[in-house]
């Protein structure tokens, strides 16, 4: 007979737990797994060492079995990698041996198109031939163009060319009793933008001589832009603020916003 540990009742041994509370004896349980392992272990010692020695055979084969595919695997994963850094490699060096080759052959196509026509632009430049010089810049796609001294005079002549157009278009709307429509806003914005661009032209890293020409061919846009927008001293303060801060530059957005919010 055993005592139940938790309630204190007697019942037969061999039960797994207690019949009265149902509580498990693992004194009872630990006794009975360690007899079972004496058993199995009595067993073994009693198989024949044939038996044994064909067991461990088998475990052994079966050991660098498993080595062996797990080195296969491993082999086929490192022959991968060295074949993908391989053909990366060989990439690398095509493509950037063919890029440092077209930056080669650009630099020395700029470099031969500034030879050729830099004097062409300083010439017309220095004739004030300004309209045979904004049309010999807009019909040659070179970046080397962008070096020139007078690249951003360029700039100040293309807005010059532009505004006569602006001014016209929003004139037409104007007559056409059109003022509140989309298509009017986005003309007088347009024409904002390119008269406050001339304004603060001077404010462009162009060489003084440059904003001075620019701001001479301007009177007459400086002046429809004094006229038709009526700036106050506050909003040419604030307009003064962004060109100094962009460089000159506005945005038709900006000027959208301000035609409508004024």
């Not at 498990?24 to 009975?32: N, W």
């Not at 020139?148 to 005079?153: I, S």
């Not at 009793?177 to 986005?186: A, C, I, L, P, Q």
Request: contains cysteine; aromatic residues 12%.
């Amino acid at each position: 007979m055993l005592r139940c540990p938790n309630c204190g009742a007697e019942y037969e041994a061999g039960l797994l737990h207690c019949p009265y509370c149902k509580s498990v004896d693992d004194y009872q349980d630990e006794t009975e797994y360690l007899e079972d392992l004496d058993e199995l272990k009595d067993k073994l010692e009693d198989l024949p060492e044939d038996v044994l020695r064909e067991h461990k055979k088998k475990e052994t084969v079966q050991t660098a079995q498993d080595m062996k595919r797990i080195l296969t695997v491993v082999g086929a994963v490192a022959l991968a990698l060295l074949m993908f850094i391989g053909v990366m490699t060989f990439f690398d060096k095509v493509v950037e041996g063919n890029s440092d080759r077209k930056l080669n052959e650009r630099s020395k196509e700029e470099y031969l198109w500034k030879q050729e026509n830099f004097p062409k632009l300083d010439e017309l430049y220095r004739n004030k031939d300004y309209e045979g010089l904004l049309e010999f810049a807009d019909s040659h796609d070179n970046a080397g163009l962008y070096d020139w001294d007078h690249y951003a005079f360029l700039d100040g002549l293309r807005i010059l060319k532009y505004i006569p157009d602006d001014i016209k278009f929003v004139e037409e709307l104007e007559q056409q009793n059109k003022k509140g429509t989309d298509s009017y806003m986005e003309s007088l914005a347009y024409l904002l933008r390119n008269e406050l661009e001339l304004l603060y032209f001077d404010h462009r890293q162009v060489p003084a001589e440059d904003a001075e020409i620019i701001r001479e061919m301007s009177v007459e846009y400086l002046r429809d832009l004094e006229t038709r927008f009526a700036l106050t001293d506050e909003e040419l303060a604030e307009f003064e603020r962004k060109a100094a801060h962009d460089m000159g530059s506005f945005y038709i957005q900006e000027c959208k916003d301000f035609l409508k919010n004024r």
